[in-house]
Nanobody, 123 residues
Framework: VQLVESGGGLVQPGGSLRLSCAVSGDTLDDYAIGWFRQAPGKERERVSC?????????YYQDSVKGRFTIGRDNAKNTVYLQMNRLNPEDTALYYC????????????????WGQGTQVTVFS
């Protein structure tokens, strides 16, 4: 399975962006997709995750709850991350990845990764 992120960019504090993760090589229905981010000098962290249709669960990191929304369009094989009320602490390289069918907090279990898309929030 291959994953390709898009939608990153420059935005002012309080602004919004929508990231997309296009999945190819298999049917999105059967996969959980997680969004991660990594800022310079920091470890990669999980931001959100959407389980496969069978499991139908979502996860959000506390710092993004109420601001970010994960969604999927299985017909388009794409997972989205709508990011609202962005702040400078959200600046990072954002990745999507899959561990299989169920979301997990263990980053080592995410086998397939995209190349990342940069999000920069600046005043």
């Amino acid at each position: 399975v291959q994953l390709v992120e898009s939608g990153g960019g420059l935005v002012q504090p309080g602004g919004s962006l929508r990231l997309s993760c296009a999945v190819s090589g298999d049917t999105l229905d059967d996969y959980a997709i997680g969004w991660f981010r990594q800022a310079p000098g920091k470890e990669r962290e999980r931001v959100s995750c959407s389980s496969s249709r069978r499991d139908d669960r979502t996860y959000y990191q506390d710092s993004v709850k109420g601001r970010f929304t994960i969604g999927r369009d299985n017909a388009k094989n794409t997972v989205y991350l709508q990011m609202n009320r962005l702040n400078p602490e959200d600046t990072a390289l954002y990745y999507c990845a899959t561990p299989g069918t169920r979301c997990t907090e263990y980053i080592d279990l995410y086998d397939y990764w995209g190349q990342g898309t940069q999000v920069t929030v600046f005043s």
